[in-house]
């Protein structure tokens, strides 16, 4: 077995697709419309879907925002200095809610970003980890 994606439902595929791949870095593997159901998937990621784990991205026609409720967390990316990657995305217009720096209670330094839905995503930086 092997997790395969992470679904997160976008009222602006567009500009989340542009937030996923200009400040993450990440490549449009594929994108397809259903127009019988009126949506349309974009799967990004780090590498082709068979070897690494990706995100889809669901855009249901005609909705533009969700609720997100208070059950799901976060996405994790990893990068060599959170500093510097906090830098680099608010240049960029990214969202930086949390700086880098140590998180509570240990001594791995981590930030928090939202995505334009609102999702949260941690950058943990790798060098340094508990």
């Known amino acids: 077995m092997k997790l395969l994606h992470t679904m997160l ?37 780090y590498g082709n879907e068979s070897d690494n784990t990706v995100i889809e991205l669901t855009h249901n026609w005609g909705t533009d925002r969700y609720d997100l409720g208070d059950g799901f967390g976060h996405l994790a990316i990893g990068v060599d200095d959170a500093y510097a990657a906090c830098e680099k995305i608010k240049q960029q217009g990214g969202d930086v809610v949390r700086e880098a720096g140590p998180m509570q209670h240990g001594s791995t330094v981590i930030a928090f970003v939202k995505d334009p839905d609102g999702y949260m995503i941690e950058l943990i930086q790798l060098t340094g980890r508990d």
């Open 9 to 45: 439902r976008v009222g602006d595929l567009d500009k989340s697709i542009a937030f996923y791949t200009d400040i993450f870095q990440m490549t449009l593997l594929r994108r397809q419309d259903y127009p019988g159901g009126e949506f349309t998937l974009a799967f990004l990621g």
